[in-house]
């Protein structure tokens, strides 16, 4: 693998044309190889059906192409121009509360909507026919950041007759859906597939299974629309890699089928902002502010380094202050280097920057850029300078698979949205926990899907999947790998019912426990659990369990004092509860135990990871920190003491 190229996201159409050769040198003399361009420009291009303009286009190209840079171009169907909302205004969304959203931002389309898809294709083909073979275009992005601003689903009439369509293909009669449904309850019989509705609106929640549905139906249109412009592209451009920039945090619809139509996955990473609106303790918040969690950018690589075919790119990286937070502060000095190494780290070949220069007018006037308005640095652009010079110290190589695997399942994140059971329940930040907890205990990880192969891999954790399948099981089984189980797994069968047996379903292929009863706690409650010879206070969930397996801790105080918390055998530990904090640091470390691999806490606030024999720190801390000593170390790049904000590489020879 080569070493980590940089680039940024340029907007030559906000720009006089005299600029763009001077910006064009600009990247280069700061060590940036790649610019993305072209995602806002359809109504820009064709000014009227049929009536293009490219001229300016075709100059912005030949002037990066002439720099020596390699243009990632991207379809620029994330914005449909105006003219094409006036004379097709079904294409556009519809929101929860059934009002119609409107032209004037960007994103506003339904993909349901055969008319949008059909105009979708034909511009694609437009651009694709005229760009696909441009000596400077070495890549293809896909429309940009679909689902952003809860956009991939949409209530239209467009979308309610293709889910009936849907539905009918995949039921084939009526009869058979209500029985697969249960449409018994409250009376919720169909008497033929125009009867049914779409999930929104209704007096109270609607029934589940068809909630479940209408998200597969929605999240196959995304795969769709990602595989329609796919194939136009390795059509008419072969031999460029595909990629679409997913939003992190994103679990709207199924980014692993999507992707399953790409080479690289890329995602756009805002570590600041997406700390401002994520689910961290106030306290936790305040301590990070200006670098970001630390295991944000760690999380979101590895899980798309495993969804590409090729690679995994960071599309759009914080480069300063951004404007779409509830508050943004302006990153620490060193941040920006800091989540650009982490990034290649975790597995990313190429970061790029969000955006070039900042721009004085519009919607994103705040959100800062690698230059200012007037075209002089930023803080940012001097620092992935020293990234650019520094990366010819590292050999090329490449990230090696981790010893455990954090399983996402996006349909049971739907199914936790339909059911939730509890106000403060979110599978999303059970995940991120445990994850982070891992880090902290000096593990990597691999964050993988319920189809991935399992073979390789010592520990499984499977903190969130509520929705049971006998293949996944199989997997696990056939893995040999220790498992660890978080409580509500097994809760549904693929329809929303509860399993033959009840929870955990499938799982209980892995350990015999049954649940009889399932409590959500709120914040300002908190029950005791006695793990070995000590006492730890954890809220949130807890499950009456029913079992003959070994019981490593029990509930204590006056509520069913005994009562299993946490169950384990041979193989496969059970959790009854929502630990976080040293009560999950407890079960994880017994579970590594088991594994057979090492507990190697870094110090507070730095977070060691590797790409083979590369080794990598970064610190998060205010204070300076030191790297855990590594025989045959030989930095790279700085030393033994990590100051903050600060990172150190090193190699391990063979003595």
Same mark, same amino acid.
């Given at each position: 693998m080569a070493r980590p190229e940089l680039g940024v996201c340029y907007y030559p159409e906000h720009w006089e044309q005299s600029r763009w050769e001077e910006d064009a040198r600009q990247m280069v003399g700061a060590g940036l190889t790649w610019v993305r361009i072209g995602e806002f420009t359809w109504g820009l291009t064709e000014l009227g059906r049929n009536r293009f303009d490219w001229a300016w286009l075709d100059s912005a190209l030949d002037v990066l192409g002439d720099a020596g840079l390699k243009v990632m171009f991207s379809t620029p169907t994330a914005v449909p121009p105006n003219w094409l909302v006036r004379e097709f205004p079904e294409i556009l969304p519809v929101d929860r509360a059934g009002r119609t959203r409107t032209s004037g931002s960007r994103r506003h389309?339904?993909?349901?909507?055969?008319?949008?898809?059909?105009?979708?294709?034909?511009?694609?083909?437009?651009? !694709?026919?005229?760009?696909?073979?441009?000596?400077?275009?070495?890549?293809?992005?896909?429309?940009?950041?679909?689902?952003?601003?809860?956009?991939?689903?949409?209530?239209?009439?467009?979308?309610?007759?293709?889910?009936?369509?849907?539905?009918?293909? $995949?039921?084939?009669?009526?009869?058979?859906?209500?029985?697969?449904?249960?449409?018994?309850?409250?009376?919720?019989?169909?008497?033929?597939?125009?009867?049914?509705?779409? =999930?929104?609106?209704?007096?109270?929640?609607?029934?589940? @299974?068809?909630?479940?549905?209408?998200?597969?139906?929605?999240?196959?249109?995304?795969? $769709?629309?990602?595989?329609?412009?796919?194939?136009?592209?390795?059509?008419?451009?072969?031999?460029?890699?595909?990629?679409? &920039?997913?939003?992190?945090?994103?679990?709207?619809?199924?980014?692993?089928?999507?992707?399953?139509?790409?080479?690289?996955?890329?995602?756009?990473?805002?570590?600041?902002? &997406?700390?401002? +609106? *994520?689910?961290?303790?106030?306290? +936790?918040?305040?301590?990070?502010?200006?670098?970001?969690?630390?295991?944000?950018?760690?999380?979101?690589?590895?899980?798309?380094r495993e969804l590409g075919q090729c690679g995994m790119w960071v599309v759009e990286q914080q480069p300063g202050p951004v404007n779409w937070a509830s508050y943004n502060p302006a990153p620490v000095d060193g941040a920006v280097r800091l989540w650009t190494w982490m990034a290649y780290a975790h597995g990313a070949d190429t970061v790029l920057y969000f955006r070039w220069r900042q721009v004085p007018f519009g919607q994103e006037q705040f959100h800062s850029a690698l230059c200012h308005y007037d075209g002089t640095p930023d803080r940012a652009r001097h620092e992935i300078a020293k990234v650019a010079t520094e990366r010819v110290r590292i050999p090329p190589t490449s990230r090696s698979r981790a010893k455990i695997a954090l399983v996402v399942d996006y349909e049971s994140r739907w199914a936790q949205r339909i059911h939730p059971h509890g106000l403060e329940y979110?599978?999303?930040?059970?995940?991120?926990?445990?994850?982070?907890?891992? $880090? +902290? #205990?000096? &593990?990597?990880?691999?964050?993988?899907?319920?189809?991935?192969?399992?073979?390789?891999?010592?520990?499984?954790?499977?903190?969130?999947?509520?929705?049971?399948?006998?293949?996944?099981?199989?997997?696990?089984?056939?893995?040999?790998?220790?498992?660890?189980?978080?409580?509500?797994?097994?809760?549904?069968?693929?329809?929303?019912?509860?399993?033959?047996?009840? @929870?955990?379903?499938?799982?209980?292929?892995?350990?015999? !426990?049954?649940?009889?009863?399932?409590?959500?706690? =709120?914040?300002?409650?908190?029950?005791?659990?006695?793990?070995?010879?000590?006492?730890?206070?954890?809220?949130?969930?807890?499950?009456?369990?029913?079992?003959?397996?070994?019981?490593?801790?029990?509930?204590?105080?006056?509520?069913?004092?005994?009562?299993?918390?946490? #169950?384990?055998?041979?193989?496969?530990?059970?959790?009854?509860?929502?630990? $976080? *904090?040293?009560?999950?640091?407890?079960?994880?470390?017994?579970?590594?135990?088991?594994?057979g691999l090492p507990v190697t806490p870094a110090p507070e606030g730095i977070r060691v990871t590797f790409r083979r024999n590369i080794g990598f720190a970064f610190n998060f801390s205010g204070s300076p920190g030191m790297v855990p000593e590594r025989p045959s170390q030989r930095f790279l790049i700085g030393a033994r003491r990590v100051e903050p904000a600060g990172l150190s590489i090193w190699i391990e020879e063979d003595p």
């Open positions: 389309y339904c993909l349901s909507s055969e008319k949008y898809v059909e105009e979708a294709k034909r511009i694609t083909k437009e651009y !694709v026919g005229r760009y696909g073979k441009h000596r400077a275009v070495q890549a293809w992005q896909i429309d940009n950041e679909i689902g952003d601003h809860d956009t991939a689903i949409s209530y239209s009439a467009a979308a309610l007759s293709g889910f009936r369509r849907w539905l009918q293909g $995949r039921y084939t009669d009526i009869d058979t859906l209500n029985r697969s449904w249960n449409t018994k309850f409250w009376g919720g019989r169909f008497g033929d597939f125009d009867e049914i509705q779409l =999930p929104v609106g209704s007096v109270t929640a609607p029934s589940p @299974a068809l909630e479940l549905e209408f998200m597969r139906y929605s999240s196959g249109r995304v795969a $769709r629309f990602i595989g329609m412009q796919s194939g136009i592209i390795r059509k008419h451009s072969p031999g460029r890699p595909v990629i679409h &920039n997913f939003m992190a945090g994103s679990y709207d619809f199924d980014h692993r089928r999507a992707a399953a139509h790409l080479d690289i996955a890329g995602f756009d990473s805002y570590p600041l902002g &997406n700390l401002i +609106e *994520g689910h961290l303790s106030i306290d +936790e918040k305040a301590s990070w502010l200006r670098i970001g969690a630390p295991d944000y950018q760690g999380f979101h690589c590895d899980m798309y979110s599978g999303e930040f059970i995940a991120a926990d445990w994850y982070r907890c891992c $880090r +902290e #205990l000096g &593990n990597d990880v691999d964050i993988v899907g319920p189809e991935t192969e399992l073979l390789c891999y010592r520990l499984v954790l499977v903190p969130d999947m509520v929705i049971s399948r006998d293949g996944f099981v199989s997997r696990l089984l056939d893995s040999q790998a220790q498992v660890v189980l978080g409580a509500r797994c097994g809760s549904f069968d693929s329809l929303m019912q509860s399993p033959p047996g009840g @929870a955990p379903g499938a799982f209980r292929r892995l350990i015999d !426990v049954t649940v009889r009863r399932v409590e959500s706690l =709120p914040p300002w409650h908190r029950e005791a659990v006695e793990f070995g010879d000590r006492e730890y206070s954890v809220t949130g969930w807890r499950e009456h369990v029913e079992s003959d397996e070994p019981v490593m801790a029990r509930f204590s105080g006056g509520f069913r004092d005994g009562a299993p918390a946490v #169950l384990a055998n041979v193989r496969t530990t059970y959790l009854a509860i929502t630990p $976080r *904090g040293e009560c999950l640091r407890r079960v994880l470390v017994d579970a590594m135990t088991r594994a």
